[in-house]
Every structure is written in C-alpha cells, then in structure tokens.
C-alpha cells in the first residue's frame, strides 16, 4: 500500500509562528509582600492539516493540528528590606506549552 500525499489526500496545510516581548505592568516593590512577574518573551508555532481519508475508514475529512508556545521570562531581582528571611529572591524560568488535536468525521 502507498501513500501519496501529493495527490488529492491533502486538502489544506497551514503553518503559524509568532512572537512577541511582553512588559511586567508590576512596578519595583519594596514592602510586606512582592509580587514577582518579570518581563518575558514569548514564541510560538503550529500547524494545521486537513485531509481526505487515505485508507476510506470514515465518512469524511481528518483534521490534525498542533501548536507549542514558550515564555521565557527575563531574571528579576526583587528587594525587600522589610523581610529578614528573604532580603532578596531572584526569578527567571520558561513555561512550555504543547496541544494537539485530532478529528474525524464518523458518519
């Protein structure tokens, strides 16, 4: 058995891919409590497939998309005079993020 995406399998292909630098609204805080949000930039992509079933299992199109999106968040130092036990904490990290879907069409 073959397999020929370049016939009439393929409906529709789509890729996407962004970006953007996102600023804390948080100000410099130096009081019982901080909140801690550092600026961060953020990418992303992912794409989308349709395409008609190659081995006539269902009744209509297949649909598979995915898409990731990573923030990766600057190094913040934050200063807290009024706390002892923690005078200075510093934060920085990424958050990944990842999702797929697949639909069919069964009647």
Same mark, same amino acid.
């Given at each position: 058995m073959t397999f020929d995406v370049g016939s009439d399998v393929l409906k529709a292909f789509?890729?996407?891919? %962004? %970006?953007?630098?996102?600023?804390?609204?948080?100000?410099?805080q130096n009081g019982q409590s901080n909140y801690i949000d550092p600026n961060k930039w953020v990418a992303s992509a992912g794409f989308d497939l349709d395409m008609r079933d190659p081995f006539d299992v269902f009744m209509g199109p297949v649909h598979l998309g995915a898409?990731?999106?990573?923030?990766?968040?600057?190094?913040?130092?934050l200063h807290n005079r009024q706390d002892p036990d923690y005078p200075e904490i510093e934060a920085w990290g990424e958050i990944? %993020?990842?999702?797929?879907?697949l639909s069919i069409c069964t009647q």
């Amino acid at each position: 058995m073959t397999f020929d995406v370049g016939s009439d399998v393929l409906k529709a292909f789509a890729v996407r891919a %962004g %970006g953007y630098r996102e600023n804390s609204p948080v100000p410099d805080q130096n009081g019982q409590s901080n909140y801690i949000d550092p600026n961060k930039w953020v990418a992303s992509a992912g794409f989308d497939l349709d395409m008609r079933d190659p081995f006539d299992v269902f009744m209509g199109p297949v649909h598979l998309g995915a898409a990731w999106q990573t923030h990766f968040m600057d190094r913040v130092t934050l200063h807290n005079r009024q706390d002892p036990d923690y005078p200075e904490i510093e934060a920085w990290g990424e958050i990944h %993020g990842f999702t797929a879907t697949l639909s069919i069409c069964t009647q």
